[in-house]
């Protein structure tokens, strides 16, 4: 019974080892890098055209973020911007491409379900949570800073 019992654990846990993906830190570290430094040229690109158009630096970066979320959409809409990310890890994540992504991919998973329960509902269930706890953090942060210039201290 003991043996059996053995021998059920090594098959098992050598079933676990070959199906287990196994990760090089320094392969996924260049691959975001790379996706990053990408969508950073993409963004600074978009900046320099603007600029050449006569545009200041506060609306060259308006319209850089607007684009860099319009077409993080579509790649969302076109299911490619999923593979990307799988690929480059927090360098396709992290930028404001990646929070664009996180609201626009509930959005379309769910839209089947109706325009209330489907895609009002589920539109930020990524999302929400960076939003809800962002403005909460800077909220108390703008409390203490008012707290702390009352008492004289800025």
Known sequence: MKDEKEQQQKAYNKYVKE????????????KAFVT????CVIGQF???IAKGYG??????????SMLLVLL???LTGLNIYPSLANWGGAGALVPITGF?????APAI????????FGIGCKIFTIAGPVILYGIFTSWVLGLIYWFLKMAGMF
């Not at 664009?100 to 626009?104: D, I, L, R, S, T």
């Open 109 to 116: 998973e769910f839209q089947k379900e109706g325009q209330v």
């Open 100 to 104: 664009a992504n996180g609201v626009a």
């Open 36 to 39: 990053g430094g990408i969508i």
């Open 72 to 74: 993080s959409v579509i």
């Open 55 to 64: 545009l200041d630096q506060d609306s060259a970066g308006g319209w850089c």
């Open 19 to 30: 199906v287990t993906p196994t990760h090089n830190l320094a392969a996924n570290m260049a």
């Open 46 to 48: 978009i900046l320099n």
